[in-house]
């Protein structure tokens, strides 16, 4: 017979609250579980998953626990939504098609629930792995808090939170004891590294060692530590336009030892670059492409 409703483990992954608050919420509140399969523990329905969202919603505005649970076990109108966005831009951060994972780390990042967003990368990598994680989990929310960004100029603290968190989770795979043959570096005046950290950690988990350079790297620099390394493949990421200069890779296809692959990464690089330049369109992708050179 098929189990009815979700545990309190799926209703923490999807909503992005502990498991330790759902239980305080039932027992303080009773906001529990309650379908019911004969010889089994109580699951949450969805019609229990919708007022615990309504709770994680007004907890998360101001509105006191007992307060907001009085409300949203009040008696209402069955003809009117559980609950409304708000006006000037919703509720939550939008994450397009992605699945629960994506949608309960998009919650924990808006609470600001430091511990609870490390601890739904953490399972994201765990369960997906790196490059998995990063295009079902990460990417998505991320995208989510750019587009709100552009729409409202907020949420630079959930953006922040966020990726010192990934970047701490994806910091922890252990680089293996090979020797580095990838070279990974943002282009001058790149700040945005975490794309790169997340190949880092993609490359680790195969068994890659890659030395990391990280933002704004100078031409110069990056010359000189393809001299000093003799790189096999060298990636140079760039996310916004103002940063993906050509010059950058002509002057890595001039430089001896030249690498095998040169990879341009990242939406900031225009349509026309230099022949010899590979432009990989994902994580996957970038694997896909370093892995037979290494």
Not at 208 to 221: D, E, F, I, K
Request: charged share 15%; with cysteine; hydrophobic share 45%.
């Amino acid at each position: 017979m098929e189990t009815v409703g979700l545990s309190a483990g799926a209703v923490s992954r999807r909503l992005g609250i502990a498991v330790t608050t759902l239980r305080t919420w039932h027992q303080r509140y009773g906001l529990g579980p309650s379908g019911h399969e004969a010889g089994s523990h109580r699951r949450y329905t969805e019609s229990d998953v919708e007022r615990l969202e309504w709770m994680r919603q007004l907890t998360a505005q101001g509105v006191p626990a007992a307060e907001a649970a009085r409300v949203v076990t009040s008696p209402r109108d069955e003809s009117l939504p559980l609950f409304q966005a708000r006006a000037g831009g919703g509720h939550a951060i939008p994450v397009g098609q992605a699945g629960s994972a994506a949608r309960g780390l998009a919650n924990a990042a808006m609470r600001l629930d430091q511990a609870m967003v490390r601890h739904l990368v953490q399972e994201a990598v765990d369960t997906h792995g790196v490059s998995g994680a990063w295009a079902e989990v990460l990417c998505p929310v991320l995208i989510g808090i750019g587009k709100r960004h552009a729409a409202t100029n907020e949420l630079v603290e959930v953006e922040h939170l966020l990726s010192r968190s990934i970047g701490d989770v994806l910091g922890s795979v252990s680089q293996p004891p090979a020797q580095a043959t990838v070279l990974l570096a943002c282009a001058d005046e790149e700040q945005h590294s975490l794309a790169l950290e997340a190949l880092a950690a993609a490359l680790a988990e195969r068994g890659m060692a890659c030395r990391m350079l990280g933002a704004r790297v100078p031409t110069s620099a990056l010359l000189a530590a393809v001299r000093r390394t003799g790189p096999a493949v060298v990636v140079l990421w760039s996310h916004a336009h103002s940063t993906g200069d050509p010059a950058q890779l002509e002057a890595l296809l001039t430089t001896r030892p030249r690498p095998v692959l040169v990879l341009a990464a990242g939406p900031g690089w225009p349509a026309r670059l230099p022949a010899g330049v590979l432009t990989p369109s994902s994580l996957a992708d970038a694997l896909a492409l370093i892995t037979p050179v290494i």
